[in-house]
Each structure stands twice: as C-alpha cells, then as structure tokens.
T-cell receptor, first 113, second 113 residues
C-alpha cells in the first residue's frame, strides 16, 4: 500500500535559519505529492504540490522537488520566520481518480526569535 | 468567499450518545472527505464521497456513519459504537479526485466525557 514517512519532530529553529523537513514515500505508479501546513487549532492548508518527477513546487518561500529516484519530496526554506511555526504534513495521491490522500504523521516546527 | 464550514468548533458529549458533526461547502466541489486527527498519528480517513448519494469507507470507518444527500453537505455521525471518539475531526473537499489538492475546514474538536 501507499505510505508517507516524515522526519519526526518537533523541530526548533532560530529565525532566519535554513529549514529542511524530510519526506519519503512508497507508492505504486506515479503519485502526486503535496505539502500541507496546519496552524494551531486550524485545518490544513495546501502549501505546494508536484505532479511528476523532477517537478518543483514552491510557495511563500518554501520549495520541494519530486525525486522519483530517491522517492523523496523534502520541504525546504532558506530563511524561516516566527510566523512559519506550524505542523507540516507531507502527502501523496496515488494516480488520477484516486480520491484517497495518504498523509505522513506531521512535523511540528517551532521558530524562535 | 467560498470555503468549508465545520460546526461546532468544540463539542462535548457524554459517553454512549451519538453526535453529528456538520460540514458544508460552497465551492461546488464534487468530492468530500472526513478525517480524524490524533496527536502523533497524522490524519486518518474515515469516509469519503465522490458524488451525491454515494460514499465509501476509509481506513477507520467503524463506529461512524455519513450521508450525502446534497452536494454541499456531508455530515458525520459519531455513534456510541466508536470506542475512542475524542479527537479532532477535519472535513475536506476537492474538485475531483484531489489532484489539485484538498480544501479543509477548520475542524471540530470532539470531547466525550
């Protein structure tokens, strides 16, 4: 079956530090990959996505590249801010018409001034 | 503005009582989903619906029921058969199978005492 593995948190960084959150996946076929962000007490928001190998998704300074050879989709940001403190979820959708998004367990990021 | 509305935000119920969580969307999305979120376990799919009057079980459907009588609405009933109902419940919708990502509501926190 499909699965997503994220690095365990919590991750604590100082403001302006470089962020990497690792994500690897197991899936059949050619999945689409996503990063979602959840702020305290809220639902999830789509942060970025990539639909095929070597695609780079980007949004709000965050980036992730779909690496089929390493089955990875690591999230990066060059300079984090306090407002980036949230829980980040990696997810995959296995093929068109799948209707079932598979999530990782989430990584909590805390950014301190 | 279009979006998903979940109500109430907080819900308290006594053990053994059924409770219904509301989810309404005005995005004209065909598909809707219910997820359960527990600390350290990520999101787990309870039920999903691709079209009106049709729905499928997800990974943890036992003790839950849903209906989809209208495109805009996908209520979730947590029955007394659900052994551990205290959790954060998230509703989501998508245009089709979710290739463009899901839109999430802000969640309902259910506490059973």
């Amino acid at each position: 079956g499909n699965s997503v593995t994220q690095m365990e948190g919590p991750v604590t960084l100082s403001e302006e530090a470089f962020l990497t959150i690792n994500c690897t996946y197991t899936a059949t076929g050619y999945p689409s990959l996503f990063w979602y962000v959840q702020y305290p007490g809220e639902g999830l928001q789509l942060l970025l996505k990539a639909t095929k190998a070597d695609d780079k998704g980007s949004n709000k300074g965050f980036e992730a590249t779909y690496r089929k050879e390493t089955t990875s989709f690591h999230l990066e940001k060059g300079s984090v801010q306090v407002s980036d403190s949230a829980v980040y979820f990696c997810a995959l959708l296995s093929g068109a018409g799948s209707y079932q998004l598979t999530f990782g367990k989430g990584t909590k990021l805390s950014v301190i001034p | 503005d279009g979006g998903i509305t979940q109500s109430p935000k907080y819900l308290f119920r006594k053990e053994g009582q059924n409770v219904t969580l509301s989810c309404e969307q005005n995005l004209n999305h065909d598909a809707m989903y219910w997820y359960r979120q527990d600390p350290g376990q990520g999101l787990r799919l309870i039920y999903y619906s691709q079209i009106v009057n049709d729905f499928q079980k997800g990974d943890i459907a036992e003790g839950y029921s849903v209906s989809r009588e209208k495109k805009e609405s996908f209520p979730l009933t947590v029955t007394s058969a659900q052994k551990n109902p205290t959790a954060f419940y998230l509703c989501a919708s998508s245009i089709d199978g979710g290739g463009d990502g899901y839109t999430f509501g802000s969640g309902t926190r259910l506490t059973v005492v």
